[in-house]
């Protein structure tokens, strides 16, 4: 055990934290990502089924293919093109890597775009947990729901102390204690007709 430690706390490190790339690398990593999937429509146009995370999609006239997955342009208001040929996406890609690393405009787009999404996910995450304390809330009341659609003559036979608050019910709920209810027949009664 001592060799090991010795051999390997002289290459000891810290993790590099998530998050730690700049925009220009996550953006650069996002356009090879798209690249990869160029590549693989290229082999197989007609089994290819990740439309959904491509930056590229088949329009007419060629290939559309926009400036990343969000409403983000690369400058002078260009943020989707519209190309003739595979050959022509990748090299809009190559030009956009490319221009993310020298444009510091594009550069500071890309970092308020980020900012942006992290706002949004924080706000998800908050209001996620409002969301779901409001549907434990509403859930309470709707298992008291199928007591209170009893009909008057019933909650009268199962609360006797109110019994005379039942009897001055109003004329429509005497109605529909009269109105037999619909129920699920049971097997038995189904398998007997």
């Known amino acids: ?62 290939y559309g293919v926009t400036v990343g997955r969000d409403s983000i342009n690369a400058g002078r208001g260009l943020s989707y093109v519209v190309v003739d040929t595979i050959k022509d996406v990748a090299e809009f890609l190559d030009d956009l890597a490319y221009h993310a690393e020298h444009d510091v405009g594009f550069q500071q787009a890309l970092e308020q775009n980020r900012q942006r999404r992290v706002a949004l996910l924080n706000a998800a995450k908050t209001g996620g947990k409002a969301t779901t304390s409001k549907a434990k809330a509403k859930a309470k009341p709707a298992a008291a729901k199928p007591a209170a659609a009893k009909p008057a003559a019933a909650k009268a036979s199962t609360r006797a102390p109110r019994a005379k608050a039942a009897a001055a019910a109003p004329a429509p709920a005497a109605a529909e204690a009269a109105k037999p209810k619909r129920t699920r027949r049971t097997k038995a009664a189904s398998a007997a007709e």
């Open 1 to 62: 055990m001592a060799n090991f430690l010795e051999k390997w706390t002289s290459k000891k490190a810290d993790k590099p934290k998530a998050g730690a790339r700049n925009v220009v690398d996550t953006f650069r990593a996002r356009v090879a990502e798209q690249k990869a999937y160029l590549e693989e429509y290229e082999r197989d146009a007609a089994g290819f089924r990740k439309w959904r995370s491509t930056w590229f999609q088949r329009v007419p006239g060629g």
